[in-house]
């Protein structure tokens, strides 16, 4: 079993900075691919990044794509989201996600475990 827990969420003004981390306990966090996700109000939760077990494989969701990084660290049972040129319309609850999958996935059913998320404003 692994927990999540995200941090590093905040308000911040378009065209600023925010970098996300998601701490993950147990030792089997290097057997997850991982995943970012974000829920903004009244809308339903929706893939923003997902990266392999080993951090070579990266994807990312068309809205973020050289806006966004996402980056692991398994000796630290981390991973993180590095998100620039922010947007208002980036706001929203960002979760991240473990997958027991080798490379991750867009659809939220690959995805067994959950942080509780973090909040990331962005004001125009």
């Known amino acids: 079993q692994v927990q999540l827990v995200e941090s590093g969420g905040g308000l911040v003004q378009a065209g600023g900075s925010l970098r996300l981390s998601c701490a993950g306990s147990g030792r089997t966090f290097s057997t997850y691919a991982m995943g970012w996700f974000r829920q903004a109000p009244g809308k339903e939760r929706e893939f923003v990044a997902r990266?392999?077990?080993?951090?070579?494989?990266?994807y990312y969701t068309d809205s973020v794509k050289g806006r966004f990084t996402i980056s692991r660290d398994n000796t630290k049972n981390a991973v993180y989201l590095q998100m620039n040129s922010l947007k208002p319309e980036d706001t929203a609850v960002y979760y991240c996600a473990a997958d027991p999958g080798s490379n991750g996935s867009k659809s939220e059913r690959s995805y067994y475990y959950w942080g509780q998320g973090t909040q990331v404003t962005v004001s125009s």
């Open positions: 990266i392999s077990r080993s951090g070579g494989r990266t």
